[in-house]
């Protein structure tokens, strides 16, 4: 049997990747939408067969090139401009009769959050379920379980884990997978929106557990002052934007905004396998880490790590979000305290 070519964006990202690499597997023919055609994963892609098109996502005379010829796609936009991409994207589709769509979107969805990301997330949704020519499936997955060891070096040498929240956290994989074999036969999932989770809802205190069991040390979740954790992001050169919206992810950890219909079977639905657990996914972070030996090497770069955090100055983010020209509305709320968010989300 002969199938048709699937376009893949940011085909070198975390889901990207795993979701081209899962069709190329599967005997599909993938069009990999990268930025940069040197990267690691696309040198890979394109050994397994791939089609690399370089391009960039936010100019749709490059998105109008790469939709020709396809009938299937997984969208997936990326920071800071998702609703700049979610618009252009969806003119392209619309404009080139593209059949189904995989849109990544997020389990935060809303109007009126104050995270910028999460009311963009909101508008791209709105627009893709107006689409008339094209059938569209949402991901909307909550916190990536990557997130938890964006920082190792304190987490491995002194314990200290990030405590956000109760959570599911999903793997960047399963997102992925979940993707590719919707897209393998997309018309029995058109208009569907479904939550990628791991496969257990997990407190910090029992992440922290599992973390310990992994690197064979005891390590203890902490919440972080909102001024260390940005002063921690900014002497690890996160952008001043993406801090800025972590800060309510965090907080809506903590109001149980991600623990609400989790976990979900959504990766053994689709992809016939049982969600990644929290140690499957903390294996495959840290187990090649060269922090993970405790030494005094080791213990001299994370002190030196964590130093340069307390030293470093605070972000002035209210002046920041202020000249960025970010839409703050009055009585803005965070997802779990949105009667009308509530009302779509709960079962």
């Known amino acids: 049997m002969e199938y048709k070519k699937i376009l893949i964006t940011a085909a070198n990202g ?20 990268v930025r940069n055609p040197n990267k690691e994963k696309a040198k890979k892609l394109q050994q397994l067969g791939a ?21 299937s796609a997984y969208f997936v936009p990326t920071y800071p401009n998702v609703l700049f991409q979610g618009a252009t994207f969806a003119t392209a589709v619309e404009e080139m009769n593209t059949k189904n769509v995989v849109v990544l979107t997020q389990w935060l969805s809303s109007n009126s959050h104050p995270s910028i990301y999460t009311k963009e997330h909101w508008l791209v949704d709105q627009i893709y379920k107006r689409l008339t020519n094209t059938n ?30 109760t959570n ?4 960047n994989e399963d997102i992925g997978l979940t993707a590719a074999h919707i897209l393998k036969n997309p018309e029995p999932h058109s208009g569907k929106k479904y939550r990628v989770t791991s496969k ?43 801090a800025s919206q972590v800060i309510h992810y965090v907080k809506e950890g903590h109001n149980g905004g991600f623990s609400i219909n989790a976990p979900t079977t959504t990766v053994q639905d689709i992809v016939g396998k049982p969600a990644d657990d929290f140690e499957t996914i903390t294996r495959r972070y840290l187990n090649d880490n060269p922090m993970l030996k405790q030494s005094i090497l080791n213990k001299f770069k994370a002190m030196k790590i964590m130093m340069k955090a307390i030293i470093t100055p605070k972000w002035r983010m209210s002046e920041f979000e202020r000249n960025q020209g970010f839409p703050l509305f009055e009585n803005m709320m965070l997802s779990n305290e949105s009667p009308e968010w509530k009302s779509e989300h709960r079962k």
């Open 168 to 171: 599911a956290p999903p793997s």
């Open 14 to 33: 975390n889901t990207g990747f795993p979701a081209a690499k899962e069709l190329l597997g599967l005997g599909f023919p993938v069009r990999a939408f």
């Open 136 to 165: 569209v499936i949402f991901l909307n997955p909550g916190l990536f379980a990557f997130v938890y060891f964006m920082m190792p070096e304190p987490m491995l040498q002194f314990g200290m884990m990030p405590d956000f929240g």
């Open 51 to 71: 089609e690399l098109f370089v391009g960039d996502i936010q100019d749709i005379r490059d998105v109008r090139n790469s939709l020709q010829g396809i009938e």
């Open 200 to 242: 257990e809802l997990l407190k910090p205190e029992q992440m922290a557990d599992i973390v310990g069991k992994v690197v064979g040390r005891k390590i203890k979740a902490d919440v972080l002052p909102e001024n260390m954790m940005l002063k921690m992001l900014r002497s690890y050169g996160f952008p001043q934007r993406d």
